[in-house]
């Protein structure tokens, strides 16, 4: 029985130029990508790939979208699709998993030209295959009766890159979506730095781009608070004078004056565009 598992170039998917790309060599000459691209309507996309670059051996390509209702990923595993159209019904079954988990999905590629040929599935970030092909070096998988093994050196980076991207997709669709009120475009109302003492940064899933607007009449720094709690400077704002920056949602910044002095504290949200920096100077009594 022969068998084409794809004539996809890596580094491009859909004829998109590939951004941001996490690479990583695998066995066999095989390397495992993740990247960014624009997809067909133009939305934020991320996508990953395992193969041998600048040929057609590719045994998987998968990607998840920006767009709602499409952040779950999908995934193509390289299998034989003779006799088969693209849509009909197949079943994926990996080996020495718990279980032998079994999984059903679609052809794929049966006629392209270029891409994967092969079944493929929707993988929610949170599945537990993941965390199996972010640790071992192989994995085997059975597709009409046909058995692959999938190389899984150097996975683990450009997996992580891309679930990260994909829960962030999912995350910003669901506050797109959401039937609660709207949040306002700009925050007038910081935390206490009292409130938010021992603040630190927690993880990096969902990116946020945010505004810092110096509506006082001093100096104000703005430091972003690390994973361990420590101030880093990551702007300088005179009176009037505003910064751009982008960070995650659970990132703290801490606004402080010329002297140190912490003033106010934000935490960026879903829909949160702009921080109005209005907290004014602290009086800390007679020199």
Avoid at 30 to 48: K, L, P, T
């Amino acid at each position: 029985m022969s068998s084409r598992f794809g004539h996809l170039r890596l580094g491009y998917v859909c004829g998109a130029l590939a951004m941001a790309t996490v690479a990583a060599p695998a066995s066999d000459d095989m390397v495992w990508q993740s990247f960014q691209f624009d997809g067909a309507d133009g939305g934020a996309s991320s996508g990953i790939s395992v193969g041998v670059p600048e040929t057609d051996h590719i045994m998987l390509s998968g990607s998840c979208t920006a767009s709602i209702g499409s952040a779950v990923p999908r995934i193509t595993f390289g299998a034989p699709v003779d006799g088969l159209r693209d849509g009909d019904r197949m079943e994926i079954q990996f080996l020495n998993t718990s279980g032998d988990a079994v999984y059903s999905g679609r052809a794929a590629g049966t006629d392209a030209e270029v891409g994967v040929s092969g079944i493929e599935v929707e993988l929610s970030v949170d599945d537990e295959i993941w965390q199996v092909m972010s640790e071992r070096r192989t994995i085997g998988y059975m597709v009409g009766g046909e058995v692959m093994n999938l190389p899984l050196d150097g996975s683990a980076r450009a997996i992580e890159q891309f679930l990260n991207d994909c829960h962030a997709y999912a995350a910003n669709a669901h506050a797109s979506t959401s039937q609660t009120m709207p949040l306002e475009p700009t925050v007038d109302n910081p935390m206490t730095c009292e409130a938010y003492q021992g603040a630190r940064s927690q993880n990096s899933h969902v990116p946020a781009t945010v505004t810092f607007d110096n509506r006082t009449e001093g100096y104000r720094s703005v430091m972003w608070l690390d994973f361990d709690g420590v101030p880093q400077q990551m702007a300088a704002l005179n009176p009037g004078e505003s910064s751009t920056i982008n960070t995650y949602l659970t990132h703290p910044w801490m606004i402080t004056d010329g002297p140190g002095n912490c003033l106010e504290i934000h935490m960026p949200q879903p829909g949160t565009t702009t921080f109005r920096l209005t907290a004014p100077n602290r009086w800390f009594g007679d020199e």
